[in-house]
């Protein structure tokens, strides 16, 4: 028998294009999406049919078929659904797997969830990737960011067919790398995603600041082409792209409802970072964002009751913003890193950050200038604020950013997450904080005790507050 070299399973948007991928790239495969009558039939057949590139590809809806078409140690990559499809997924499959095949896991999953399946599947007998893949549509038919993560000896088995289909960094190799064991590539999926949401909501707010000064959106878009040289980003060049697209004479972006969406990534960000116990201020701050944006009947109830002052002449040139807006992304690619640098000690996960950052320069939707810069730093830090370069960008910029912060305070325009880089940066540089206030109230309604700094914090104290010496 013919056999396939790769198995893909879930014949989604990006299923498809996976697909396409590795049969561009030479592999043999085999494609797999499910039966059901009236909704879903012969979903992989018609696939085939209308892509030339597909014609050595085996297409199937039926599971032992999909399986056993593939060569031993079978290699099935899952493009389903994350949550509890996944978990069904197995089951369906494990019944026709053998000892040593491998499952991939290319969806969004929850790292947790990632090392469960990990250890469940190790107990099969059966290895499992649990693997970040970052591109969107275009990224996954021409080249994504691929993070997989698990057992390696098994990641060598893959690592041809994942390596092969991935984007490439400026100098030629894969943005693909073994991340390290567990979940740990899910992780930094994970992380990735809550980075973008900050990402584009800075973008969000440069604009309402930019628009608040005048200028439409055309202008806009030209103003966002001049910031290329100096803070170019794939966010950037689409929300140019965005800014320019008109619907009869009017921009379409202006049709769009503003009620901004979410899959969840966003979310278990926030979570893992109040877990782990890291300040990843501005990830919350873009996720509640959308999430006020979710309640637009109240947002004009309430504008009406309570009325914003008139807006006046913004004190802004456009580089101000320039400079507020590369601000920002410094802090908000510090606070990534550092919650992808405390996971990786705390988990023992001995993780990479400037193979991370390089598998990020291209095909993801996060890789930027800044990113290339940060392969470098990355090398000799793992704080990237402690890098002189950085730092003189930081304390050259953070006046711009104090002047857009405050027009936009003053006049009522929301900017959370430029707001919340200074407001972070003022914490995390103030020696010496009003965190002792809180220490001792604490101690006074919960005798939670309390460290003194002229006994070097080695001792726990409890004073009786309500009474005097």
């Given at each position: 028998?013919?056999?396939?070299?790769?198995?893909?399973?879930?014949?989604?948007?990006?299923?498809?294009?996976?697909?396409?991928?590795?049969?561009?790239?030479?592999?043999?495969?085999?494609?797999?999406?499910?039966?059901?009558?009236?909704?879903?039939?012969?979903?992989?057949?018609?696939?085939?049919?209308?892509?030339?590139?597909?014609?050595?590809?085996?297409?199937?809806?039926?599971?032992?078929?999909?399986?056993?078409?593939?060569?031993?140690?079978?290699?099935?990559?899952?493009?389903?659904?994350?949550?509890?499809?996944?978990?069904?997924?197995?089951?369906?499959?494990?019944?026709?797997?053998?000892?040593?095949?491998?499952?991939?896991?290319?969806?969004?999953?929850?790292?947790?969830?990632?090392?469960?399946?990990?250890?469940?599947?190790?107990?099969?007998?059966?290895?499992?990737?649990?693997?970040?893949?970052?591109?969107?549509?275009?990224?996954?038919?021409?080249?994504?960011?691929?993070?997989?993560?698990?057992?390696?000896?098994?990641?060598?088995?893959?690592?041809?067919?994942?390596?092969?289909?991935?984007?490439?960094?400026?100098?030629?190799?894969?943005?693909?790398?073994?991340?390290?064991?567990?979940?740990?590539?899910?992780?930094?999926?994970?992380?990735?995603?809550?980075?973008?949401?900050?990402?584009?909501?800075?973008?969000?707010?440069?604009?309402?600041?930019?628009?608040?000064?005048?200028?439409?959106?055309?202008?806009?878009?030209?103003?966002?082409?001049?910031?290329?040289?100096?803070?170019?980003?794939?966010?950037?060049?689409?929300?140019?792209?965005?800014?320019?697209?008109?619907?009869?004479?009017?921009?379409?972006?202006?049709?769009?409802?503003?009620?901004?969406?979410?899959?969840?990534?966003?979310?278990?960000?926030?979570?893992?970072?109040?877990?782990?116990?890291?300040?990843?201020?501005?990830?919350?701050?873009?996720?509640?964002?959308?999430?006020?944006?979710?309640?637009?009947?109240?947002?004009?109830?309430?504008?009406?009751?309570?009325?914003?002052?008139?807006?006046?002449?913004?004190?802004l040139s456009t580089n101000d913003v320039l400079e507020a807006y590369q601000f920002a992304r410094i802090i908000n690619h510090y606070q990534g890193f550092k919650l992808i640098a405390e996971a990786s000690n705390k988990f023992l996960w001995h993780l990479n950050?400037?193979?991370?950052?390089?598998?990020?320069?291209?095909?993801?939707?996060?890789?930027?200038?800044?990113?290339?810069?940060?392969?470098?730093?990355?090398?000799?830090?793992?704080?990237?604020?402690?890098?002189?370069?950085?730092?003189?960008?930081?304390?050259?910029?953070?006046?711009?950013?104090?002047?857009?912060?405050?027009?936009?305070?003053?006049?009522?325009?929301?900017?959370?997450?430029?707001?919340?880089?200074?407001?972070?940066?003022?914490?995390?540089?103030?020696?010496?904080?009003?965190?002792?206030?809180?220490?001792?109230?604490?101690?006074?309604?919960?005798?939670?005790?309390?460290?003194?700094?002229?006994?070097?914090?080695?001792?726990?104290?409890?004073?009786?507050?309500?009474?005097?010496?």
């Amino acid at each position: 028998m013919n056999t396939s070299e790769f198995g893909l399973f879930g014949l989604g948007v990006m299923g498809k294009s996976l697909c396409r991928n590795l049969a561009n790239n030479g592999f043999k495969i085999a494609m797999f999406n499910r039966h059901v009558d009236g909704i879903e039939v012969d979903v992989a057949k018609n696939f085939k049919a209308e892509h030339p590139e597909l014609s050595e590809a085996d297409a199937f809806d039926d599971i032992s078929a999909f399986v056993n078409a593939l060569e031993t140690p079978r290699k099935i990559m899952l493009m389903v659904n994350a949550g509890k499809t996944i978990d069904y997924v197995i089951e369906d499959l494990l019944p026709h797997l053998s000892e040593n095949d491998i499952l991939i896991d290319g969806g969004n999953s929850n790292y947790k969830k990632t090392k469960e399946r990990y250890e469940y599947l190790k107990s099969k007998g059966i290895h499992f990737i649990g693997t970040g893949v970052s591109g969107g549509e275009e990224g996954a038919l021409k080249g994504p960011s691929i993070m997989p993560s698990g057992d390696l000896e098994a990641y060598n088995n893959v690592k041809p067919f994942l390596e092969k289909i991935s984007a490439k960094d400026q100098n030629n190799l894969p943005c693909c790398t073994y991340v390290g064991p567990e979940g740990s590539g899910h992780f930094i999926k994970m992380v990735h995603n809550g980075v973008e949401y900050v990402e584009m909501q800075l973008l969000a707010e440069v604009i309402t600041i930019l628009e608040a000064s005048g200028h439409d959106l055309d202008e806009i878009a030209n103003i966002l082409e001049s910031w290329k040289n100096t803070a170019n980003s794939y966010l950037l060049e689409i929300t140019i792209d965005i800014l320019r697209k008109k619907e009869s004479s009017d921009w379409l972006v202006n049709k769009i409802l503003d009620k901004a969406g979410n899959k969840g990534t966003g979310n278990w960000t926030t979570i893992a970072s109040a877990e782990l116990g890291v300040p990843s201020t501005l990830i919350a701050s873009a996720l509640f964002s959308r999430y006020i944006s979710f309640y637009k009947e109240e947002r004009i109830q309430l504008n009406e009751k309570l009325k914003k002052e008139n807006i006046s002449k913004l004190n802004l040139s456009t580089n101000d913003v320039l400079e507020a807006y590369q601000f920002a992304r410094i802090i908000n690619h510090y606070q990534g890193f550092k919650l992808i640098a405390e996971a990786s000690n705390k988990f023992l996960w001995h993780l990479n950050l400037s193979e991370i950052a390089r598998i990020w320069t291209n095909g993801c939707i996060i890789r930027s200038t800044l990113m290339e810069e940060l392969v470098e730093v990355f090398k000799i830090t793992t704080n990237i604020l402690t890098n002189q370069k950085l730092i003189n960008i930081v304390n050259q910029y953070k006046l711009s950013a104090k002047k857009v912060v405050s027009e936009c305070v003053l006049n009522d325009i929301t900017a959370p997450c430029l707001g919340e880089s200074i407001q972070f940066l003022n914490g995390i540089t103030t020696a010496n904080s009003s965190a002792n206030i809180i220490q001792a109230q604490r101690d006074y309604f919960g005798a939670h005790t309390y460290q003194r700094n002229d006994d070097d914090g080695v001792k726990s104290h409890h004073t009786i507050w309500n009474k005097t010496n």
